[in-house]
């Protein structure tokens, strides 16, 4: 039966629905599954209702690494294989999960102008930060007890980034200590700091990371205080494993045994998180460290120019991939801000809803220094180890290859603005 064009309209209205649904999102329905069958032609799509009932059941799910299309395969193994709790901390964002969407819808509003006729027989996707030079511009963010993922957690991510080639960024509350951690990459990883209430406590904290060998700090502020994780409270409640064998009053409270920790006194500390930082704080933090500082969750260009005016080395644009604040606000679209009111200083990251080379591409066109994904690499890990990350990695590359080839810049320094067009006045944006 032919299927005309109001309801294919319809059809689309009730799929964008369904992805935007925050009884679905994160904890339900899969993203990629729904993007793709949002994509496909009239011909070659089942009914919402049969393709939803396919993804409920785990149907047409990768077996292998290298069986995957694009990142978004990793995504419903990893929700398959994963205790409920666990997948829905890694899915959640805040509130009905309305940022998380918006970091990822925010990449449409912009269109890439490629070139012709241009020699693109090599093309280098190399960067350079702080001295050191990166095979590519594709940068492991810091993501949690790893361990709750995959038995090997962060050591099975540092040998990925090792055979690929790629930075390593590793959280406070990492379930591998930094020195095994470092070991496994065969380098240097840079090091991500929670500021707690206890600056005794944190200032022992980034001498061991610098002592074993950290050249990076890079301080989150975008979470002041417990954010209101609803895909993660209502997937634990449909958890009925006993989680208190693991970790005692629910997930969030495994800080205070992470291998960081080990060794030092937490007798005052009452929360992993400080509202009371300031840039005091950040002066002081630089005082107590040869480790180069970067603030991780600067989103305004008046917070930037702050950062530089306080000595800050370099910026991560964040929302925490949407799980600290609802703001709906892309960090793509705060990207050109920051770096503006960073006068071009310093170096300047981004992250959150990265998925596609084509998402790295338009973000080194507004002038990041590199761009970090922390979801895709997970649903790796948590899907098959060690060769997940790796695939996952390697596909980043290839996208961003074909892209850069398909729009005539050989190399990433000619990645600039002129390749982009901003797409928002025909979105009704």
């Known amino acids: 039966m032919s299927i005309s064009a109001e309801q294919l309209k319809n059809r689309r209205r009730f799929l964008r ?12 329905v899969i993203y990629g599954p729904l993007a793709k069958l949002l994509a496909a032609e009239p011909s070659e799509s089942k009914s919402a209702f049969a393709v939803l009932d396919d993804i409920q059941q785990g149907a047409d799910l990768i077996s292998r690494p290298d069986q995957a299309l694009d990142v978004m395969d990793f995504e419903p193994v990893a929700r398959k294989v994963l205790p409920v709790a666990h997948f829905g901390y890694l899915s959640t964002g805040v509130d009905d999960d309305a940022t998380i969407r918006a970091n990822r819808e925010g990449y449409s509003k912009f269109e890439i102008r490629s070139r ?3 020699d693109v027989s090599n093309i280098d996707m190399s960067v350079r930060m702080f001295g050191t030079t990166w095979e590519t511009p594709v940068v492991l963010c810091p993501v ?7 038995p090997q957690g962060e050591i099975a991510v540092a040998k990925a980034a090792r055979a690929k080639g790629h930075l390593q960024i590793l959280s406070t509350v990492s379930t591998s200590s930094v020195e095994s951690v470092i070991a496994a990459r065969g380098g240097r990883v840079w090091f991500q700091l929670y500021a707690n209430n206890d600056w005794e406590l944190v200032r022992a904290m980034v001498k061991r990371a610098e002592s074993a060998g950290c050249p990076v700090v890079a301080m989150t502020v975008d979470l002041q205080d417990g954010s209101n994780r609803e895909t993660l409270f209502l997937s634990e409640r449909k958890d009925a494993r006993q989680c208190s064998l693991c970790h005692e009053n629910g997930f969030n409270s495994h800080a205070r045994h992470e291998p960081i920790f080990d060794g030092l006194d937490l007798s005052k500390m009452t929360s992993t998180y400080s509202d009371k930082n300031n840039w005091d704080f950040v002066k002081r933090l630089r005082d107590a460290t040869s480790m180069k500082v970067m603030i991780k969750g600067i989103v305004t260009r008046e917070d930037a120019e702050l950062a530089v005016k306080n000595g800050v080395e370099g910026i991560i644009v964040s929302n925490h991939g949407g799980r600290a604040e609802n703001t ?3 960090t793509i679209e705060c990207l050109s801000e920051v770096i503006e ?3 071009h200083k310093i170096p300047v990251l981004v992250d959150g809803g990265v998925r596609r080379g084509t998402d790295v591409f338009k973000a080194m066109a507004l002038g ?15 899907a098959f180890g060690q060769p997940g990350v790796e695939t996952v990695l390697a596909i980043m590359r290839r996208e961003l290859q074909t892209i850069m080839r398909e729009a005539g810049t050989v190399s990433i320094d000619k990645i600039t603005r002129s390749y982009l067009a ?8």
């Open 17 to 28: 629905f369904l992805a935007g649904s925050s009884l679905l999102a994160g904890s339900g």
């Open 116 to 118: 012709r006729l241009v």
């Open 144 to 150: 949690g007890a790893q361990k709750a993922f995959h």
């Open 328 to 330: 709906l606000r892309p």
């Open 341 to 343: 009111g960073s006068g």
């Open 368 to 382: 990041a220094s590199s761009v970090g994904i922390g979801r895709p690499y997970i649903w790796g890990l948590a």
């Open 422 to 429: 901003d797409n928002s006045s025909r979105q009704g944006g």
